[in-house]
Nanobody, 123 residues
Framework: QVQLVESGGGVVQAGDSLRLSCAASGLTFSAYAMGWFRQAPGKEREFVAAISWNGGRLNYADSVKGRFTISRDNAKNTVYLQMNSLKPEDTAVYYC????????????????WGQGTQVTVSP
């Protein structure tokens, strides 16, 4: 079955960087657009970034533009989220998601989700 496993979360200070990884299995990775979402305590899950099947098209939430970078390695079945200049408001559980489509928009309905990885940014 399809599995998405996130890693790379942790506790950092404001201004630090983290790189999240999401390893996919059980699917033809290159046929899927991938996305990252996050959910902070007491808030709804929100879109962070998305990447098309070949990495040629990227989408970002306004709140992370210029600080976060999504990328993928189809040979490794992995999608990444490089997070720089982290802020306390970036604290959340981060999830990766997959949809069998070449491209994905912020409102795309994703088919598969990982379990999430916690990112905590202290002031």
């Amino acid at each position: 079955q399809v599995q998405l496993v996130e890693s790379g979360g942790g506790v950092v200070q404001a201004g630090d960087s983290l790189r999240l990884s999401c390893a996919a299995s059980g699917l033809t990775f290159s046929a899927y657009a991938m996305g990252w979402f996050r959910q902070a305590p007491g808030k709804e899950r929100e879109f962070v970034a998305a990447i098309s099947w070949n990495g040629g098209r990227l989408n970002y939430a306004d709140s992370v533009k210029g600080r976060f970078t999504i990328s993928r390695d189809n040979a490794k079945n992995t999608v990444y989220l490089q997070m720089n200049s982290l802020k306390p408001e970036d604290t959340a559980v981060y999830y990766c998601a997959a949809v069998p489509s070449r491209v994905a928009a912020p409102t795309t309905a994703y088919d598969y989700w990982g379990q999430g990885t916690q990112v905590t940014v202290s002031p």
